[in-house]
């Protein structure tokens, strides 16, 4: 598992760790019951706060990528790709939507958009 | 408590040798005075520059912050200085009665006096009653103001020693106290003297700031 | 929970200088990083909570202890590391251990052993003829050797190199692992907590500035770039310290966000190291 931070970058520390975990879950890296580092852990490794480390995990929690065992650990919450996928899916449309907002806002006609986004999409 | 003695005798590893010497130099240079001299002379010469010494490392090293983060009280450090006077004194003493052993034994050239109750009785007293003074002073001002009272003391009782026992002596004649009496009226003395020097160096240092 | 280390109102005078009642507290696991520049009354804090020093007014608790009361009973559980060194130049190390050992009630012969092998510090070798890094893993080695639950530090890495400095907050790290531990760590070279520390407690001239977690300084404070013209009086009032220079301006401002919409993109704001944020409260200019 490998968790990347940027100091310099200026998302919130507590933030890419959390986004990281949670493209790890959604890309499958990471299943369902998969164990987590401790926050002490990950912390000591990544020569951060164990403050940041303990955000981070709220915040998955509290988004449902993970549950935490008092006493055991943090695991990878055990339900299931599929509802993840769909929040997912959600915020994939949302940013859609903006985008299309912003489109029309300019008068961008379908084609336009959808060359756009066609060479955003091969750009990766 | 007592490794801070300990602690001493690492520190002054090399005096404690030079101590022989000390005491051998005294007996050389008070060959021909009255028979106690030599060896209260050479007591507080050897107590003297124990003490002190030890109290120059403590001062050099800054010990008093070390000793007073661990978990000793400021009374521990004290007393332990207290303590370190007589064994130093003690020391002395039988550094003299192995020279004074060794004299007789191979023969040396040199008049050596030999220990008496009333000798070593007279050595401790002139150690502690120079202690008494020293170390209150060293307790509230520190080792580099405390020296000059170290200096003066050592001369004073230095050369006082060898002719105090005499001088007690004689106020013993004069106030018609058996000598017996009066050696167990001057311990008496000195004893309270170091027990009220000790109570005044735990108050100065208890409220010292570091 | 009961924090380990509490500090309230603390007060302390001299002829020219006097802490003036700081107040702040430590929870177990934690990393606390005691900031401030030189002369601001860190090691008269630490002087006073180890009982060196006597407090004028006040209140400090240890382990929910009075430091007075209960001094001998707290210090057996502190592990110090002061900057002065702290042993007897003409000493060995094995000879120092002899005379400190059995001063602590827990002491554990084993765990110092093994730190003295870990840091290579030789059993013979005099004190005095150690390097300035190895004195201070040697009174690390003490410090860590009792069974320790609070270790107390005050400007450890004065004077070391960046590796040596690097060492040793690895092994502070390692310390409050089981949650039980804390550190209490004051330095002026902020780059060593600018990671690890948890909590920053920043104080000036004998005044608390500030005692929050880290992360809230970092990601919340902002140091702003811009152009001299946009540093009109209004905005020098959201400031809490700021620079200028031929070409521009730089300043610290409490909350990033308001500094976004209040300049509206035309400056440039990053995060602030604790050094930044150290250097703008001690020089102000702002209003803030």
């Given at each position: ?12 520390i ?21 164990g ?15 403050i940041?480390?303990?955000?981070a995990?709220?915040?998955?929690e ?22 993840l ?26 084609n ?10 091969e750009?990766? | ?12 590893k090399?005096y404690?040798f ?27 010469a ?11 490392y ?14 000793l ?23 003299y ?5 060794v004299?007789k034994f ?12 009333e000798g ?6 002139a ?19 405390a ?9 004073v009782?230095f ?6 026992i005499?001088?007690i ?15 167990i ?26 | 929970?009961?924090?380990?280390l509490e ?16 107040s702040?507290?430590l929870q ?40 007075l009361?209960?001094e001998?009973?707290i210090?057996n559980?502190?592990?110090?590391v ?8 003409e ?6 251990r ?12 084993n ?5 003295l ?28 050797s009792?069974?320790?639950e ?5 400007e ?7 590796i040596?400095r ?6 502070l790290?390692?310390i ?20 690890n520390?948890?909590?920053?407690t920043f104080?000036?001239?004998?005044e608390?500035v ?13 140091l ?27 300043g ?16 440039v ?20």
């Amino acid at each position: 598992m490998d968790i990347i931070i940027s100091n310099s970058c200026q998302e919130p520390i507590y933030e890419q760790i959390a986004r990281q975990i949670k493209n790890l879950i959604m890309r499958g890296d990471l299943s369902g019951g998969d164990g987590l580092p401790s926050i002490r852990n990950l912390a000591k490794e990544l020569q951060i706060s164990v403050i940041t480390t303990k955000r981070a995990y709220e915040e998955l929690e509290r988004d449902g990528y993970i549950t935490t065992v008092p006493g055991k650990g943090s695991f990878v919450a055990g339900q299931n790709r599929e509802l993840l996928r769909e929040m997912r899916l959600k915020i994939v449309e949302e940013k859609l939507s903006e985008a299309v907002d912003a489109g029309k806002s300019i008068e961008l006609s379908l084609n336009q958009m959808q060359e756009m986004l066609k060479i955003l999409f091969e750009e990766d | 408590m007592l490794n801070l003695i300990l602690k001493d005798l690492l520190l002054l590893k090399k005096y404690i040798f030079f101590g022989l010497a000390y005491i051998l130099i005294m007996i050389i240079a008070f060959q021909n005075l009255p028979g106690t001299a030599m060896l209260s002379a050479g007591t507080v010469a050897m107590t003297y520059i124990l003490v002190v010494n030890s109290c120059a490392y403590d001062d050099k090293n800054k010990a008093d912050l070390l000793l007073n983060s661990l978990p000793l009280s400021r009374c521990d450090v004290v007393l332990a200085r207290y303590l370190s006077v007589f064994l130093f004194a003690s020391l002395a003493i039988i550094f003299y009665a192995i020279i004074a052993g060794v004299n007789k034994f191979v023969g040396l050239p040199l008049k050596v006096s030999p220990i008496t109750g009333e000798g070593i009785v007279g050595a401790l007293l002139a150690a502690s009653f120079m202690h008494s003074i020293y170390l209150p002073a060293y307790f509230k001002f520190g080792f580099i103001k405390a020296r000059l009272v170290s200096f003066v003391l050592f001369f004073v009782v230095f050369f006082e020693a060898g002719t105090f026992i005499n001088r007690i002596n004689s106020i013993e004649g004069s106030l018609q106290v058996l000598p017996r009496q009066g050696n167990i009226i001057f311990l008496v003395v000195a004893m309270v003297l170091i027990i009220v020097s000790y109570f005044i160096s735990l108050r100065s240092y208890n409220s010292r700031d570091f | 929970m009961e924090p380990i280390l509490e500090v309230n109102n603390l007060k302390k005078d001299f002829q020219d200088f006097s802490l003036k009642g700081i107040s702040f507290s430590l929870q177990r696991g934690y990393i606390m990083g005691f900031i401030g520049p030189n002369g601001a009354g860190k090691s008269t804090t630490i002087k006073l909570i180890l009982n060196l020093l006597k407090r004028d007014d006040g209140e400090i608790k240890v382990f929910g202890l009075d430091n007075l009361q209960n001094e001998k009973e707290i210090k057996n559980r502190i592990g110090f590391v002061l900057s002065e060194n702290n042993f007897y130049d003409e000493l060995t190390v094995a000879e120092t251990r002899r005379i400190i050992a059995p001063i602590y009630r827990d002491w554990d012969q084993n765990v110092f052993q093994q730190y003295l092998s870990d840091f290579a510090l030789p059993a013979n070798k005099k004190v005095g003829e150690l390097s300035g890094g190895m004195k201070m893993k040697l009174s690390l080695a003490f410090a860590l050797s009792h069974h320790a639950e609070l270790l107390i530090l005050d400007e450890p890495t004065s004077g070391l190199d960046p590796i040596v400095r690097s060492e040793l907050l690895e092994i502070l790290s390692t310390i409050i692992q089981d949650e039980q531990k804390s550190v209490f760590f004051s330095t002026h070279i902020t780059s060593d907590l600018d990671k690890n520390a948890d909590y920053i407690t920043f104080i000036n001239d004998g005044e608390l500035v500030l005692s929050s977690p880290k992360d809230d300084l970092i990601e919340n404070y902002g140091l702003v770039r811009g152009a001299k013209e946009l540093l009109t009086d209004e905005a020098r009032d959201y400031f809490i310290g700021v620079k200028e220079n031929k070409f521009g301006f730089e300043g610290l401002v409490e909350d990033k966000h308001f500094a976004e919409e209040f300049f509206d993109g035309r400056v440039v704001i990053e995060k602030p190291g604790l050094e930044e944020i150290m250097i703008y409260f001690t020089r102000g200019n702002g209003c803030a």
